[in-house]
């Protein structure tokens, strides 16, 4: 059984039909990625995987779960991690309390243990704070934990939304654009990273646009065009395939 | 850090000993200014509950007069027509005002921003012209009268009577205190930085496994709880509660002194809550003048510090890295 499971999705908006019966799989383990030109519907199908868009039809399964209308935060909590197209922290908390806050929802939300700050609370924080430490470290923000997270670069908070975001340990991690918009040095980072994840076993989609960065990664690759899955295959493959191109450059 | 902690016992110190340095100071004053300074605790109890929900989840309510008058008319009734004692009125005023609170919450936050401020703002209204207009229950515009002072009975048979102004500021400070303290156990650790992670980016704290509504309803039942109780106090001290008391106006003094004092810091509020009451007190001393120099004042406020008061005190905060 794959670990996510999309099943003839669709959506539409007023009368546009974004998304169009797609059918995608993602096996454990994999490093697949969603590309497509502008408006192909890879975007909005992350949003309605993930609970962000109601979606029109189809279904959605994830480690045997229907995920199909759940809320965001429902998604989140069963391991299906995600970053933001536009970069997205939260502004006021420092860089260390925005990893923090990615971890607690998922180590049980009883209110009284938490305003008490019980023992097991103040544990379970200890090594929250370890463990985000540990990967502002990885991903270079280590000197940077206390400073509020509005303060940061561009691609501080780019690098800092993609710590967050494993910060749950994520069976399946959804990436949207991860190398948009950051200099070169940083897209090699990003791809080092991601690349990182994948030996150790983490299950990655990821929507893209930067086509070094998908060819040189991917293990499969699922092309999107009008809302419909225009071709899938390895990345070699998809490069050479025709219908791609013109879907990229025109006739 | 050592420093600070002296500082905030100090505070605390001369708060609870403030009844004495009145008589001491100014004996003749010392009805009138303990008067102002149990105005001072309750406003600033209920500017705590207020800011829980627009300082820290950044919900812009205009309901709570609401649930002060919830909670000031739950008491009242109990105690006028059933002689309940005085902490089994609180404890019902409290827990209705909640009830409220969640029973309205849950409608009210399908509405965003504006829409939730004008939401929120009608459903404090409709209370008022309820408070107004059931007559059988709250008398209308002829008020509860004859509240009694609130009395604790003791075991052994003895009671404690807040009869006395002094008496009943410590009552109040009390309260005050155990404000604070829910204030910060919710607005500090885990669960204020669920809370603020919902105030900050909404999809994101989602995305992080927080149901934001839930946070937003926590904040508001909490804070629409402890303005119940405040409600209760309140009427209690003045033995008399009419319809008038909550009306927007109190929604407009509850902003005053969140925004001019610092939204979102218990300083920043405990400070508003202390200018905000009490000046408009010293200024009645030049009469003509009073509201001009009040309106004055806010306007220089809000010009030379958005912030609030509290961004003056805080400590100048790192220069913004460039984007």
Not at chain 1, 7 to 30: M, N, S, Y
Not at chain 1, 136 to 147: E, K, Q
Not at chain 2, 223 to 244: D, K, M
Request: charge should be positive; proline fraction near 6%.
């Amino acid at each position: 059984m794959p670990l996510l499971e999309v099943r003839g999705l669709v959506k539409r908006f007023l009368g546009v039909t974004a998304v169009d019966g797609v059918d995608l799989a993602v096996e454990r383990g994999e490093l697949v990625s969603l590309i497509g030109p502008n408006g192909s519907g890879k975007t909005t199908l992350f949003n309605c995987v993930t609970g962000y868009l109601p979606s029109d039809g189809g279904r959605v399964l994830f480690r045997g779960h229907d995920l199909t209308g759940a809320a965001p935060h429902r998604v989140a909590r069963l391991g299906l991690g995600r970053t933001f197209q536009q970069v997205s922290v939260f502004g006021r908390l420092s860089a260390l309390e925005n990893l923090l806050v990615f971890v607690q929802q998922h180590q049980g939300d009883a209110l009284l243990p938490r305003l008490l700050r019980t023992p097991g609370v103040r544990r379970l924080e200890a090594q929250a704070i370890e463990r985000a430490r540990g990967l502002l470290d990885l991903v270079g923000l280590g000197d940077r934990a206390g400073a509020p997270a509005g303060s940061l670069s561009y691609g501080q908070r780019k690098l800092l939304a993609f710590a967050a975001a494993l910060m749950p340990d994520p069976e399946l991690l959804l990436l949207d654009e991860p190398a948009a918009a950051v200099n070169p040095t940083m897209i090699n980072q990003m791809k080092d990273h991601i690349r990182a994840l994948h030996r150790q076993g983490k299950t990655v989609l990821l929507v893209e646009h930067n086509m070094d960065v998908v060819m040189d990664i991917s293990e499969r690759v699922v092309v999107l065009d009008h809302g419909q899955k225009l071709a899938e295959g390895p990345p070699d493959a998809i490069r050479r395939d025709p219908r791609v191109i013109e879907a990229y450059f025109g006739r | 850090m050592i420093a600070r902690r002296l500082a905030v016992r100090t505070l605390a110190g001369l708060a609870v000993a403030a009844p004495w340095i009145v008589a001491a100071v100014a004996p003749g004053q010392q009805r009138y200014i303990v008067h102002v300074l149990i105005f001072t605790a309750l406003f600033a109890a209920l500017a705590l509950s207020y800011d829980l929900v627009v300082g820290h989840v950044g919900s812009l309510s205009l309901a709570h007069p609401a649930f002060f008058g919830v909670g000031a008319y739950t008491a009242a009734i109990l105690a006028t027509r059933a002689q309940w004692p005085f902490l089994a009125d609180l404890a019902a005023a409290i827990l209705l005002a909640a009830l409220v609170a969640a029973v309205v919450g849950v409608p009210l936050f399908r509405l965003v921003e504006h829409a939730f401020a004008v939401g929120t703002l009608g459903f404090a209204l409709v209370a008022w012209i309820v408070a107004t207009n059931w007559v059988e229950v709250t008398r209308g515009p002829l008020c509860i009268t004859g509240i009694p002072k609130p009395a604790i009975g003791l075991p052994g048979g003895a009671t404690l009577s807040f009869s006395a102004l002094p008496a009943y500021y410590w009552l109040a400070l009390t309260a005050l205190g155990l404000v604070v303290a829910l204030y910060r156990g919710m607005t500090t650790f885990r669960l204020g930085r669920a809370l603020h992670a919902v105030r900050d980016n909404e999809p994101l704290a989602a995305a992080a496994g927080i149901d934001p509504l839930r946070y937003r309803m926590l904040a508001f039942v909490v804070g629409g709880a402890i303005a119940g109780g405040v409600g209760a106090l309140y009427a209690h001290y003045l033995a008399v509660f009419c319809p008038e008391e909550m009306t927007i106006g109190l929604s407009v003094n509850l902003l005053v002194i969140v925004f001019l004092g610092g939204v979102g810091s218990l300083r920043g509020v405990l400070l508003g809550a202390v200018l905000f009451t009490a000046l408009p007190e010293v200024l009645r001393l030049a009469p003509t003048w009073r509201l001009v120099i009040y309106g004055a004042l806010l306007l220089v406020i809000v010009v030379r510090s958005p912030e609030g008061l509290a961004g003056l005190i805080r400590a100048p905060r790192p220069a913004r890295q460039s984007a």
